[in-house]
């Protein structure tokens, strides 16, 4: 199943949960079934998002972009965490205002099996998309899926204060475990928005890619060619180096491009979603970058 229908699943069982937490709210009145369903709200809407910016990053390099539009991913999970920001503001409002007038609520057990089949399907659905996006390392479905594990967890948190509720009669006790809720998805909506700076501010790739890279490098050292200055970047699902291949002076452009070719395909082969740029030097020239912090890739001693 592609990322997309992952997406489009998303936003069926978002419509869903929202229809069984609205129903599992105006059965009881609690104000904290009520903030769950508005997390489910913002499901909605990131879902809906998300799939328009996938959609969008998986469009071919044009005249005005011509690296692509992968980047368009990390717009999705910086919109869903605004929105999760927003959403938890509200259901503090709502939660303060049920503190100062506090009201008993009727019919728990059937709001409570309500929460409890919305939780079932949203655990479901997080986990297999959680497994997608780190397969197609994607920043859209990974921010839908951490929301959609954050609710629930929210859920079971709602689901507990109201059997200890109805345990103890305590009413307060309903919108405490509603700003609790509140507390615990402005925490997620903060990452993701971190993250999705991170993201549009070109970080490097991580280590274990990085390593990747390098172990290949390092397969070529019986050659009389050295690598440097090799320096790294993520964009969403595709990643990008860029390096230098110091090689004999004596050599003919066509075996210097052969090797490079070689370089290119083994890096690309062993990283999915790799593009390869390396400038050819002789062994005896050395490039000066205006960034001396550029990182350097273990060199190949060259022969003589």
């Known amino acids: 199943m ?7 699943l998303s936003i069926a069982v978002a419509i869903a ?31 809906m998002f998300a799939l328009v910016m996938v959609t969008l990053a998986a469009q071919p390099p044009d005249k005005e972009h011509p690296y692509g539009h992968f980047k368009a991913e990390y717009f999705s999970s910086g919109f869903e965490g605004v929105l999760i920001f927003v ?17 008993p609520m009727e019919a728990i057990g059937w709001g409570m099996a309500l929460s409890a089949i ?9 986990w297999a998309m959680m497994r997608k996006a780190k397969e197609h390392r994607s920043m859209a479905l990974e921010a839908d899926a951490r929301h959609l594990m ?8 709602v689901v507990a204060g109201l059997f200890a509720v109805q345990l103890s009669g305590w009413w307060w006790l309903d919108p405490l475990i509603a700003i609790g809720v509140a507390l615990n998805i402005l925490r997620e909506g ?24 390098d ?16 320096v790294t970047r993520r964009a969403g699902h595709r990643c990008y180096v860029d390096l230098h291949m110091h090689m004999p002076s004596v050599w003919t452009l066509g075996q210097a491009a052969a090797v490079r070719s070689s370089v290119e395909h083994a890096l690309m082969n062993a ?25 350097l890739s273990p060199a190949s001693p060259a022969r003589p």
């Open 87 to 103: 959403a938890s503001l509200g259901i503090i409002w709502a939660a303060i205002e049920r503190i100062l007038t506090p009201q």
């Open 17 to 47: 949960t929202i229809a069984l937490k609205t129903g599992a709210w105006w059965l009881t009145g609690s104000v904290g079934l009520l903030s769950d369903a508005m997390e489910s709200l913002v499901n909605l809407a990131g879902a």
């Open 150 to 157: 954050t609710d629930v967890w929210t859920s079971v948190g």
């Open 215 to 230: 172990a290949v490098l390092d397969t070529f050292r019986d050659l009389p060619i050295r690598f440097d200055h090799l």
């Open 190 to 213: 903060t990452s993701l928005i971190a993250r999705s700076a991170s993201g549009l501010m070109d970080e490097a790739v991580e280590s274990e890619v990085r390593e990747q890279i």
């Open 271 to 295: 990283v999915p979603g790799l593009r390869a740029t390396i400038q050819l030097l002789p062994l005896d020239v050395e490039a000066h970058l205006d960034d001396p912090l550029a990182p």
């Open 2 to 8: 592609q990322v997309s229908a992952y997406l489009k």
């Open 118 to 126: 919305s939780t079932a399907l949203n655990g479901g659905l997080a």
